[in-house]
């Protein structure tokens, strides 16, 4: 037997006795009451709730989040579409764990290279913020506690060069890199944070230390932070060679030049 | 051939087929990359699975790809003459008959404790609920394909609509987990369905059974 379906006729339409002669294209709904293309409708339907949900879905994930946030009920934002946490990435085969013997180095064009424990970090001046942070994929958490230093901080503690106008960020997961200005440093208020969410930085999070740089999407915050480094301009970073703007400013573009 | 000829045919025969090889490969393609696709959208989203799998720009390349392609068997399935079948069963999914909203109100009678109508709806090669579940998959595999674009190339979109492409295309995917997990289930409770899945044929039994206007024609007006 061929694999050819054989029920119902297959007669063309025309030669089938019982049709309409007259039957106008567009109109078979009408004259046809027992067949409705509902299967259509399903799909126009779910294309136009995913449109509205596109342009206002937003608002309704924050309404949850906040309801979520009154009822305290972490856990199961945690594992919800849009409760407002964190969702952790890593580019390498896991979260890594830092070295026994971590040291944050601060080098390239300095006059005096770092090279801190955390502990020595933590005994430099502190900055804190209770800032969002903001995915580039959308999803944010709101009103995160971070303490660390200031990038600008650590690099005139370092003595840096006249000639030095970036900072290029190393991860000790042996892939990741960033890159940001001084300028936007300067700008942002960037910070090597050894605190998140009222503790240290854990592991997951790219503790021990990780970089937090506000009004910029969160792949600017390079986790697992291991190397500062002053080089003359900035290169593109790990994700910015995959794709991502360079000056990565949620809002668009720089604070200074918004109209 | 004619209908009366057909039918006689049909009598003749024990089995009968009901989804040709073309129906069968596209199903089969199908649930393969929803599978890949599901599979690296956990290892994307869930934190222990991320720190199972890791190696984020690889499992998106996958996911993006795999995405992308999930038009391509029911496209190239349902063109040229290999795709008679399918097309006109897409063309029975899309129509709805008086008997088959019979059918639907028979199931919210049902499930409210009304007193049921008599007669069974005489439905035609595909109930209701397998109607709603293909249109389903259309509908929302594109706000799919469409989400997962826009958060792909992301560049010219405001913010506030990447926070709702991520939280459309999050959602949709529980919802589709769910789906798939229930179409699942229908075809392991009806092994005589999930056979045709497999091999292409039913018994007349299973037809007279579940889609009597697919078995007498009626149903491909």
């Known amino acids: 037997m061929t694999e050819r379906e054989t029920i119902p006729s297959e007669a063309p339409a025309s030669g089938v006795p019982d049709v309409p002669p007259t039957r106008l294209p567009g109109d078979e709904a009408a004259r046809e009451p027992w067949s409705r293309p509902i299967g259509r409708r399903t799909v126009l339907s779910l294309l136009g709730l995913g449109a509205l949900g596109t342009l206002f879905g937003s608002h309704v994930q924050a309404g949850i989040s906040s309801v979520l946030d009154s009822l305290h009920a972490g856990s199961v934002a945690s594992v919800l579409p849009g409760g407002g946490q964190f969702t952790i990435y890593t580019i390498t085969d896991g979260y890594p764990a830092a070295p026994k013997d971590y040291r944050l180095r601060v080098d390239g064009l300095v006059r005096n290279p770092l090279s801190l424990t955390v502990a020595e970090l933590q005994s430099l001046?502190?900055?804190?913020?209770?800032?969002?942070?903001?995915?580039?994929?959308?999803?944010?958490?709101?009103?995160?506690?971070?303490?660390?230093?200031?990038?600008?901080?650590?690099?005139?503690?370092?003595?840096?060069?006249?000639?030095?106008?970036?900072?290029?960020?190393t991860s000790f997961d042996g892939a990741y890199t960033e890159?940001?200005?001084?300028?936007?440093?300067?700008?942002?208020?960037?910070?090597?944070?050894?605190?998140?969410?009222?503790?240290?930085?854990?592991?997951?999070?790219?503790?021990?230390?990780?970089?937090?740089?506000?009004?910029?999407?969160?792949?600017?915050?390079?986790?697992?932070?291991?190397?500062?480094?002053?080089?003359?301009?900035?290169?593109?970073?790990?994700?910015?060679?995959?794709?991502?703007?360079?000056?990565?400013?949620?809002?668009?573009?720089?604070?200074?030049q918004a109209a | 051939m004619s209908a009366t000829q057909v039918s006689a045919e049909h009598s003749r025969q024990r089995v009968i087929l009901?989804?040709?090889?073309?129906?069968?490969?596209?199903?089969?393609?199908?649930?393969?990359?929803?599978?890949?696709?599901?599979?690296?959208?956990?290892?994307?989203?869930?934190?222990?699975?991320?720190a199972l799998v890791g190696r984020r720009m690889l499992i998106e390349q996958i996911h993006l790809y795999v995405g992308l392609s999930l038009p391509l068997p029911?496209?190239?399935?349902?063109?040229?003459?290999?795709?008679?079948?399918l097309r006109r069963d897409v063309g029975r999914i899309n129509r709805w008959s008086e008997e088959d909203m019979r059918w639907l109100r028979g199931l919210v009678d049902a499930a409210s404790g009304r007193p049921q109508a008599?007669?069974?709806?005489?439905?035609?090669?595909?109930?209701?609920?397998?109607?709603?579940?293909?249109?389903?998959?259309?509908?929302?595999?594109?706000?799919?394909?469409?989400?997962?674009?826009?958060?792909?190339?992301?560049?010219p979109?405001?913010?506030?609509?990447?926070?709702?492409?991520?939280?459309?295309?999050?959602?949709?995917?529980a919802a589709f987990v769910v789906l798939i997990l229930g179409h699942i289930a229908f075809a392991l409770a009806d092994r005589e369905a999930l056979r045709a899945m497999l091999r292409g044929r039913v018994s007349r039994a299973w037809a007279a059974a579940h889609a009597?206007?697919?078995?007498?024609g009626s149903d491909d007006r």
């Open chain 2, 212 to 216: 009597p206007a697919w078995l007498d």
């Open chain 2, 118 to 155: 008599a007669a069974r709806p005489r439905l035609g090669k595909f109930n209701p609920g397998q109607k709603l579940n293909a249109a389903f998959v259309a509908g929302g595999g594109l706000v799919m394909l469409g989400t997962g674009a826009l958060l792909r190339w992301y560049v």
């Open chain 2, 18 to 50: 009901r989804f040709d090889r073309v129906e069968r490969t596209v199903h089969w393609v199908n649930a393969l990359l929803f599978l890949v696709l599901i599979l690296t959208g956990a290892a994307l989203y869930f934190t222990p699975l991320i």
């Open chain 2, 157 to 173: 979109f405001p913010l506030s609509w990447r926070a709702g492409a991520t939280f459309v295309h999050n959602w949709l995917a």
């Open chain 1, 125 to 169: 001046p502190a900055t804190r913020l209770t800032r969002d942070f903001q995915c580039v994929t959308g999803w944010e958490v709101s009103n995160v506690h971070w303490a660390g230093v200031r990038l600008v901080d650590l690099a005139e503690q370092a003595g840096a060069d006249l000639s030095a106008g970036a900072f290029h960020l």
């Open chain 2, 74 to 85: 029911l496209l190239l399935g349902a063109t040229a003459g290999w795709g008679r079948t």
């Open chain 1, 179 to 256: 890159s940001l200005t001084l300028e936007q440093a300067r700008e942002t208020g960037a910070i090597a944070a050894y605190s998140m969410l009222g503790a240290p930085v854990t592991r997951e999070h790219g503790g021990p230390v990780r970089l937090y740089v506000p009004e910029m999407f969160g792949y600017k915050s390079i986790k697992w932070l291991s190397r500062i480094e002053l080089v003359r301009h900035a290169e593109p970073g790990y994700w910015e060679r995959n794709g991502y703007p360079v000056d990565a400013w949620i809002s668009g573009q720089a604070p200074g």
